[in-house]
């Protein structure tokens, strides 16, 4: 078999060399990024004229037929890659591409790449991807936390420190407390994966290439955030791999105390917890035995991520810049401790759902256990009494409990005064277990009251629990006095109640100009909004911010040039000028007039997904009219939010009855205020929605550039009225929005 690199080399490697230096095994899981980095590289090579159109057409046709069939293969459940003689995954493709196009076409694809940039393009390509699913797993995981606690407020147990029983908790408690370990968890994985989303393919083998490549267009074709600056660094790192690895070990440690806890649960001394047969084993000996071997197993492949991070960490530790062939270990150590923490965190949700708790068998544990003793004591403090005196006295008692075999919630007023006479009728009411943990009422506390909210905070942070925020902000806004019918070409508009939208205001901040636009989320950080409101001068520093509001005004964060990326749709015409405002420089408007805006950090608040209209799945919706009107609420004036004052308003809604008993919904974040002449302008950005009323969902169909208001004259009302918008419908922008990783 030919090697990639076998043109220097006068004789065969030899068939141990071969077997040794092989890494199919390992990076053939990578097989589809392989294929898509190709066909964003082949594009880019066609870009910059590298090489002709025909050629690269022909490329991507064959990726394009070999990704079908590897698919095809492993549906019908066979293993493309068995008895492959090629050396890795890169190797392969290319031997698959060598038979279907030539190798005079599949030869000219490596131009301007060297496996070095390319494996690591791949991997971190297969990184990203997995690390969203496993914050996925974790978010399921986390969901169960949520439920399972809302119904064990007042389920009480003993809490433990240093094994022994402490204070009285709820099941709750005990519960959400691997909520926040997970949720750490989850947003270093978010942390992790911004930087895992830097490309390296461009750096060729070292010090990059001397062909006019585009990154910047290879960057935006695979999604990714930033390019990795430095050529060396870029072929020879692996610390984004480490950095996940260190995250997943965490995210086993946890697992691994709360596996520990579900063995110890399930011993008949504890008997808090009953595993059901679906997720437990048995014995070959003694057929009594029910054992709880996923916990178990969870426990034991702590020590597999482990040993995984210190693995790479050794791997990495002496080498020179820049390529060195031990970086094909580097995806033993990676996947290895990327399967066991995705395989650790399915099979804890897949247990826990299952188990029951034996909330009587938790209660009867505390009786008798003195874990109420602290009660006592603050009792006495909070009646004037030194703590450390009231601490004295309260261990003569629980002294006394235990010589005599009496429960402290036994004792009567006469017992406790014995030991000290500030002990009053009050004092019993303290010492009952349910009291002692509804007593916890602080912040963070065991409380009934303060768990609930606790919980509550923790559900905000689940996004798909945060949609019954947006619903419950719907029904609020449709209580506002509005009129109910409109002309939409000549069509009668339905006001729809409880229907569930999405969208967030923003605004372009800086020294001169305040700007206010709306925009749609629509997941990964993504923002689909109009493309002139970063068409301005002073967008162009670092003193402008992007300040994104959700809907009620109640979030907001703020984000500098630097840590956005914005990718403006082809545009077509140009089209009339944007009003001044400030010293805002006057710009054309572009046709079409849509942007996506990325966002490169976190966001502090994850709102819920609009999906985008897809014209291959949904029927066209929308008549081809630049203008129509929507009755609805008239212009709002400025409000205020914190020391800042912005063009936000109310949301508005409305559907309109087309075709087909399909609808149309169309929402809008904000109004500036009123001109002299009593029209308003804005909504740069806003959305033109589709609604499904069977399967009640929203599809986000268009960018609306400007809109204004008038009176309807037949009406007298006033009249919502969309100047200008941009459609994604079209073929040319699902061409563009297809690149988008949020498309596929």
Known sequence: MSKLWGGRFSESTHQMVDEFSSSLNLDSRMWREDIHGSIAHALMLKETKILSDSDVDILIESLKKIESEIDLQITNGENPFYKSQAEDIHSFIEQKLNQICGASIAGKLHTARSRNDQVATDIRLYLQLQVKELIADIEKLQNWICKTSESNTETILPGLTHMQHAQPVSLAHHLMAYFWMLQRDKEKLLQCNERIQSLPLGAAALAGTSF???????????????????????????????????????????????????????????????????????????????????????????????????????????????????????????????????????????????????????????????????????????????????????????????????????????????????????????????????????????????????????????????????????FIFSLLPQTSLAIVNGTELKIKENTNFVGLDFAIQGVATVAPCSGTYIGENTIITAAHCFLINEFDTEEVKICVYNID??????????????????????????????????????????????????????????????????????????????????????????????????????????????NILWTSSWTPETNASGVCWGDSGGSLLKYNYETNTSYLIGVISSMKTKHNPETGAPA????????????????????????K
């Not at 999604?223 to 430095?230: D, G």
């Not at 209209?613 to 009755?631: G, R």
């Not at 040319?732 to 498309?743: A, Y």
């Open 212 to 474: 006019p490549i585009d990154r910047q267009f290879v960057k935006e074709k695979l999604n990714f955030n930033s390019i990795c600056e430095n050529s060396m660094d870029a072929v020879s790192d692996r610390d984004f791999a480490i950095e996940f690895l260190s995250i997943a070990a965490t995210t086993m440690m946890h697992l691994s105390r709360w596996a520990e806890e579900i063995v110890l649960w399930s011993m008949p001394e504890f008997n808090y917890i009953n595993l059901p047969d679906s997720v437990t084993t048995g014995s070959s000996i003694m057929p009594q035995k029910k054992n709880p071997d996923v916990s178990e197993l969870i426990r034991a492949h702590t020590g597999r991520v482990n040993g995984a991070l210190i693995g790479i960490l050794t791997l990495l530790k002496a080498l020179p810049l820049a390529y060195n062939r031990d970086l094909q270990e580097d995806k033993f150590h990676l996947f290895n401790g990327l399967d066991s923490v995705r395989s650790c965190v399915k099979l804890m949700y897949c247990q826990i759902e299952r188990a029951t708790f034996t909330s009587q068998s938790m209660a009867s544990k505390l009786r008798g256990d003195t874990s109420n003793a602290t009660d006592l004591a603050d009792d006495l403090a909070k009646k004037g009494v030194p703590f450390r005196e009231a601490h004295e006295v309260v261990g003569q008692i629980v002294n006394s409990a235990i010589t005599n075999n009496k429960p402290l919630e036994d004792f009567t007023l006469s017992d406790l005064q014995k030991f000290h006479p500030k002990f009053n009728e009050a004092t019993l009411t303290v010492l009952p277990h349910l009291a002692v943990m509804n007593a916890r009422t602080s912040e963070g506390g065991t409380s009934c009251t303060s768990i609930k909210n606790q919980i509550s905070r923790a559900k905000n942070l689940l996004p798909h629990l945060s949609i019954n925020i947006f619903i419950l902000l719907f």
């Open 553 to 662: 005004k109640s979030f907001k964060q703020c984000f500098t040039k630097s840590e956005l990326t914005v990718t403006y749709a082809p545009v077509q015409e140009w089209g009339g000028k944007a009003p001044t405002r400030k010293s805002r420089t006057v710009i054309r408007i572009p046709k079409p007039d849509i942007a996506v805006l990325k966002i490169n950090k976190p966001l502090e608040k994850i709102f819920s997904i609009m999906p985008v209209y897809d014209l291959k799945s949904q029927p066209q919706l929308i008549t081809e009219s630049e203008n129509f009107e929507i009755v609805g609420q008239g212009c709002t004036n400025y409000a205020s939010f914190g020391e800042e004052t912005l063009g936000l308003g109310t949301f508005r809604k409305g559907s309109v009855q087309l075709t087909n008993d399909k």
């Open 720 to 743: 919502i009225v969309i100047s200008n918008y941009s459609r994604l419908d079209t073929p040319e922008i699902q061409n563009w929005l297809s690149d988008f990783s949020f498309m």
